[in-house]
C-alpha cells in the first residue's frame, strides 16, 4: 500500500468513525477529573483504559506512588496504551492530560455535561484537553482499523496534574521510565 493510500484510508477511517470519536470525547468530559484537588482520576484512567483496550491496544495503569499528591482520597493514576508494530522502534508517545480546572461561574451549561450542539461539544475538558486525548488515542484506532502496518510502537498516554505541574503525571512516567 503506497503512502498516500495508507492516509487516504486512515482518513476514511476518522470520517467513518465521527460518531464514535464524539461519544469518547463526551464520555470523558462527563467524569468531573476537577484539580485541585484531584478527583475521579481512577475512573477516567479506567474510562481510558478500557477504550484502549477494546481498541486492541495492551494497557498499563500507573499509579504516582510516593508523589505527595497521591493519596487514598485522590490517588494520582495514570494510564498508558501501547499499540506494537513490526519493529520495536522507532516509539511515537502521544501524551494528553485529563484532569481540568475547576469550572467557575458563567457556564450557560452544565459543564460536566458533555453537550453535543450545533456540532460543537460544550463542556470542561472539551478543549483542554480531553478532546485531545479521545483524538490522539483515536488516530492510533483509525490507523490500525485502515491495516496501516506500523514500523514501531505507538504510545498513548491520559494523565493527571498537568494543571498543577504534571509532577504526578507525565513527569512520573517519564522519571519512572515507563516513558522516555
Known amino acids: 500500500m503506497s503512502r498516500s493510500d495508507s ?19 463526551t464520555e470523558l468530559i462527563r467524569i468531573p477529573t476537577v484539580n485541585p484537588p484531584g478527583e475521579n482520576y481512577r475512573v477516567c484512567a479506567e474510562s481510558i483504559g478500557e477504550r484502549l483496550g477494546a481498541w486492541g491496544m495492551s494497557v498499563q495503569y500507573v499509579e504516582a506512588e510516593g508523589r505527595a499528591e ?9 494510564v498508558i496504551g501501547r499499540l506494537e508494530g513490526v519493529g520495536a522502534r522507532p516509539c511515537l508517545h502521544l501524551n494528553g492530560h485529563f484532569d481540568v480546572v475547576p469550572a467557575g461561574d458563567g457556564w450557560t451549561v452544565d459543564p460536566f455535561a458533555g453537550l453535543v450542539r450545533d456540532g460543537r461539544i460544550y463542556g470542561r475538558g472539551a478543549s483542554d484537553m480531553k478532546s485531545g486525548l479521545a483524538a490522539a488515542a483515536f488516530a492510533t484506532e483509525a490507523i490500525r482499523r485502515a491495516g496501516v502496518e506500523l514500523r514501531g510502537t505507538v504510545e498513548v498516554s491520559g494523565t493527571v496534574d498537568e494543571e498543577s505541574g504534571g509532577f504526578a503525571g507525565v513527569a512520573y512516567l517519564c522519571e519512572t521510565g515507563h516513558i522516555s
Request: charged residues 35%.
Open 7 to 25: 492516509i487516504d484510508r486512515v482518513l476514511s477511517e476518522v470520517e467513518r468513525a465521527r460518531d464514535e470519536l464524539v461519544d469518547f470525547t
Open 70 to 78: 497521591h493519596t487514598s482520597a485522590h490517588p494520582r493514576v495514570n
